[in-house]
């Protein structure tokens, strides 16, 4: 039988690109830099089977140029890049890689809410800098984190792995919901509440994003929602740039609105919002949430499986639109 011939449009772990040579010819963007959209395109028509990023825009465009295509595979498990009604309209199965990273990126938001409460980047800086001039009562005085307040904003798979993290800390635990579902996780093991968004707004001291970003949630986090927070609180966002409006989060630091922000994601990434990076009471991290050895390598063998079982005319493990399967 005829080897598929496939295409990955930047280089991902290796572990993922031999699974997939078992049955495929492989091709890997040679760039380590995103693909530009025209020859995105123009692989669209060229391959049997993508594995894409999230920098990839899988569009009706896409779709369209994609004559011969059995199957896209996302390496990341959000997938607002992708027109999944639009696969879906025209038979194109499409996956992406949940659970794989779903404590490497809980544990990001954590290390955000630590570095961000506990001043730790511009302590680190002042130590490199020779300038610390000795141990000082006032100096780099941080908020506290035990016995506070952590709000979750979107209690999917890495929201709740977040809130359980926060066990150690004997924290009270707040959550929302799109659909209005409790979660019996967090409701049992943590004791958590299901509250309105402007009660979690209001009562948390932390707020950690994990919600998708959707048309509901793009700049969900506005000048509006920061006016209802504590002065004293810190927003942490490892999920999707645009959820929070970048400029309104920055006015909101500037005026001591809120206390500070630790974000993995930005809403128009790679670039970051005028003033954010002079700002003492952020953290930035360049989106590696999931950049963990195992994560990156489950991701990689995650998609490179999903492909080939769309190659195959088989469902993929985590589809996006299964109902392509139903019989
Ligand atoms: C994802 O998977 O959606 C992350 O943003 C990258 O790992």
């Not at 465009?61 to 890049?81: C, I, P, R, S, W």
């Not at 990126?105 to 961000?116: H, P, Q, S």
């Not at 800390?169 to 509250?195: C, E, H, P």
């Not at 970051?272 to 994560?295: F, N, Q």
């Amino acid at each position: 039988m005829d080897r598929f011939k496939v295409y990955i449009t930047r280089q991902i772990p290796q572990e993922g690109i031999d699974l997939l040579s078992r049955v495929a010819d492989v091709d890997v963007n040679p760039e380590d830099a995103p693909l530009p959209h025209a020859t995105l395109l123009e692989k669209a028509a060229l391959y049997d089977g993508i594995i894409g990023l999230l920098t990839d825009r899988i569009d009706a465009e896409f779709m369209d140029a994609a004559t011969q295509l059995k199957g896209y595979a996302n390496y990341a498990v959000g997938f607002d890049n992708i027109d999944v009604a639009a696969a879906t309209r025209r038979n194109l199965p499409v996956s992406n890689t949940p659970g794989v990273l779903t404590d490497a990126t809980a544990e990001c938001a954590w290390a955000l809410i630590f570095a961000v409460s506990r001043r730790v980047v511009e302590s680190d800086a002042v130590m490199r800098s020779g300038s610390w001039s000795g141990w000082g009562p006032l100096q780099f005085i941080g908020g506290d984190i035990s016995g506070k307040t952590l709000g979750i904003v979107g209690a999917g798979r890495i929201g709740t792995a977040t809130a359980l993290m926060s066990r150690g800390f004997g924290m009270k635990v707040l959550y929302t919901s799109s659909s209005g579902r409790r979660n019996d996780i967090l409701d049992s093991q943590l004791g958590a509440s299901l509250v309105p968004f402007d009660t979690l707004l209001q009562e948390a001291d932390f707020i950690s994003i994990h919600a998708p970003l959707t048309e509901q949630t793009r700049h969900m986090f506005n000048a509006e929602a920061f006016a209802q927070m504590k002065q004293t609180a810190y927003v942490i966002n490892t999920a999707r740039g645009p959820v929070i409006k970048e400029d309104d989060l920055v006015a909101a630091l500037q005026t001591g609105q809120i206390a500070g922000a630790g974000l993995d994601v930005f809403e128009n990434e790679p670039n970051m919002a005028p003033g954010l990076a002079s700002l003492d009471s952020v953290v930035v991290l360049p989106h590696i949430g999931s950049a963990t050895k195992s994560s990156r390598t489950n991701m990689a063998t995650l998609a490179a499986s999903n492909l080939i079982a769309m190659l195959q005319g088989r469902q993929p493990e985590t589809c996006l639109n299964p109902e392509l399967y139903d019989s």
